[in-house]
């Protein structure tokens, strides 16, 4: 049983313009969130996170949304640049379980030039 | 600051025979993951280690896997008799396991199981 999904396993999109990768999750106990990328033949990297207490957080071109009450997340690339190209990984985590995280299956992001 | 370290980074073997594989965390990480990500999935928990007692091995096909952290630093991650359907990346990760979420990936070893 997937506790957290990403419905589009694939994304094309022009350089310059925005990026919207989706999540959605059935847990309502997740409270802590993280977008990790990654790269072929590489580990994940760590991304950007956001907690239950907040409904966005924003680094750099990066911004990540939560809607709690339709258990939904999405990711915000502006502008985007083909060095964004890469596999996109959510997760979550119910906060008091020794950081245990549940992944969706990636969403694969191209970025055209 | 060095990051996860992991070896082999890649293993073909034969269904019943058995594998290994290492790692090594950041160091002064006390948490330390193993994730099975099947191609097309996302990583999938197989163990968690607090220092070297086990917090969380729910998902570990425990009749073939094993690990163990020594000392609470390196883990072997063990399959033994593989199965075709265990061939995966194995990513090994790490974290502060304080207040921080951040959880730190190596490079993964690419299981294939002919």
């Known amino acids: 049983d997937q506790q957290v999904k990403q419905n589009s396993p694939s994304l094309s999109v022009q350089e310059g313009r925005i990026s919207i990768l989706n999540c959605d999750y059935t847990?309502?106990?997740?409270?802590?969130f993280l977008w990790y990328k990654k790269y072929p033949a590489e580990g994940p990297t760590f991304l950007i996170s956001i907690s239950s207490i907040k409904d966005k957080n924003e680094d750099g071109r990066f911004t990540v949304f939560l809607n709690k009450s339709a258990k939904h997340l999405s990711l915000h690339i502006v502008p985007s640049q083909p060095g964004d190209s890469a596999v996109y990984f959510c997760a979550a985590s119910e906060g008091d379980n020794f950081n245990k995280f549940y992944f969706g299956s990636g969403t694969k992001l191209n970025v055209k030039p | 600051e060095a990051g996860v370290a992991q070896s082999p980074r890649y293993k073909i073997i034969e269904k019943r025979q058995s594998v290994a594989f290492w790692c090594n965390p950041i160091s002064g990480h006390a948490t330390l993951y193993w994730y099975q990500q099947i191609l097309g999935q996302g990583p999938k928990l197989l163990i968690q280690?607090?220092?070297?007692?086990?917090?969380?091995d729910s998902q570990l096909p425990k009749d073939r896997f094993s690990a163990e952290r020594l000392k609470g630093v390196d883990s072997t991650l063990k399959i033994q008799p593989a199965k075709l359907e265990d061939s995966a990346v194995y990513l090994c990760?790490?974290?502060?396991?304080?207040?921080?979420?951040?959880?730190?990936f190596g490079p993964g070893t690419r299981l294939t199981v002919t």
């Open positions: 280690f607090q220092n070297n007692g086990v917090v969380d």
């Open positions: 847990n309502s106990m997740f409270d802590y």
């Open positions: 990760a790490s974290s502060s396991g304080t207040a921080s979420y951040e959880q730190y």
